[in-house]
């Protein structure tokens, strides 16, 4: 009898963002350990898709350029919109699958579920908050989880529910000879030495909530510069203004690298430092997979739910009573605004940063897995 495996067609249906992204790569290499001949292909959006492209558990990266789509029908563009939609809708019923797997459980990835072709539509069934009804679009609903669970392991779940109990926690990020060579190069071009330990600061998220205040970075450079430490700043093009007024009268003394790397650049930036602190944004996740420790500042949000993955790795949080809210706006009646992110001290930042540092120097000479 033919092995099914040889012929198994699956779809992955992860649209965004980074992090999510990122939390979906082991269920992909556990995937590939599962079906070693199968045909495995992903469905991304454009802002994410450079962390799949070039993967060696895929075999296709179907990118939706959903921020191209949307400009489109701002500017009245409907025609080119609808080419735009209809060259990805042909892509994706190509292929009839066997399987396709909603990591998504949103509106917007079922859509897509509902569009392409299929034996098996699978995903959480109902009762996972914030779903939107997207398990009325699947033919296979699994129990759903708690979100206290962290987002890769309900990933994992997901495909154990499926008879894949493979739980093993490999990224295998597509980071190419190319990309380690351009973050070398961009890193000795502003000044790193590599031979001497630098911290990534990561600064900026999307929700006003996540962030810390401006000051306090600059404070953290500060101090950091003064234990000895080299410092970089990352972050995107968008990101610019904010990193200024943070850098303030720093001058060079702090590196910069905001708007200048693409995410497997930036990872491989990561790799090579010893420590990066972050906020709740996708960027911290991206140096988790890279088993780089972080100091991750959280705010509003759950660091059981969606902090940085694995050992290693220290949350700083103020534990104050509205914490967390997953709120984009501060709404706190009984505390001052933005408490749960301004009573995270410097020091504290300064502090987790240099154990961090000091642990990884014990661990010099081991790989990171």
């Keep these: 009898m033919r092995d099914p495996a040889a012929t198994m067609k699956i779809l992955i249906v992860k649209l965004s963002a980074i992090g999510d992204v990122i939390h979906t790569l082991p269920a992909l290499t556990a995937l590939r350990r599962h079906y070693p001949e199968a ?6 959006e454009d802002t994410a898709a450079d962390l799949i492209q070039g993967h060696a558990a895929l075999n296709r990266a ?26 990805l809708l042909l892509q994706l019923r190509d292929t009839r699958y066997d399987l396709i797997l909603d990591f998504q459980a949103l509106l917007k990835s079922s859509l897509w579920i509902f569009l392409a072709r299929a034996r098996c539509k699978a995903g959480f069934g109902p009762g996972m908050e914030h779903s939107e009804k997207s398990h009325l679009f699947l033919n296979e609903r699994i129990p759903a989880v708690s979100m206290e669970v962290h987002a890769l392991d309900r990933g994992l779940t997901l495909l154990q529910a499926l008879g894949i109990p493979d739980m093993q926690v490999l990224y295998d990020l597509p980071i190419g000879g190319n990309d380690a ?15 001497l330990p630098f911290v990534a600061i990561n600064p900026v998220a999307k929700w006003p909530t996540k962030l810390w205040a401006a000051e306090r970075f600059r404070e953290l450079a500060e101090g950091l510069l003064r234990k000895g430490f080299q410092v970089v700043f990352t972050g995107s093009k968008e990101d610019r203004p904010h ?4 850098v303030g009268t720093l001058g060079s003394s702090v590196m910069r690298l905001d708007g200048r790397t693409t995410l497997k650049v930036l990872a491989a930036v990561y790799g090579s430092a010893s420590v990066v602190v972050s906020t709740d944004t996708g960027p911290m996740h991206l140096a988790a997979a890279v088993r780089t420790p972080v100091v991750a500042l959280f705010g509003p949000t759950a660091p059981w739910r969606t902090g940085p993955y694995g050992e290693g790795h220290v949350v700083l949080r103020a534990e104050v009573s509205c914490s967390p809210c997953f709120g984009r706006s501060c709404k706190t009646t009984e505390l001052e605004p933005m408490a749960c992110m301004n009573r995270i001290t410097v020091e504290q930042v300064v502090d987790a940063v240099t154990r961090l540092e000091t642990e990884e120097k014990s661990r010099a000479g081991q790989p990171k897995q």
Excluded at 62 to 87: D, I, Y
Excluded at 182 to 188: E, T
């Design 62 to 87: 179907l990118v939706w350029r959903r921020r191209e789509f949307v400009k489109l029908l701002k500017a009245g563009r409907l025609t080119s919109a609808e080419r735009l939609f209809l060259s």
């Design 39 to 44: 045909r495995i292909d992903w469905l991304v």
């Design 243 to 246: 990193i200024d007024e943070m």
């Design 181 to 195: 060579a351009a973050a070398q190069q961009l890193l000795l071009e502003n000044g790193v030495q590599l031979d």
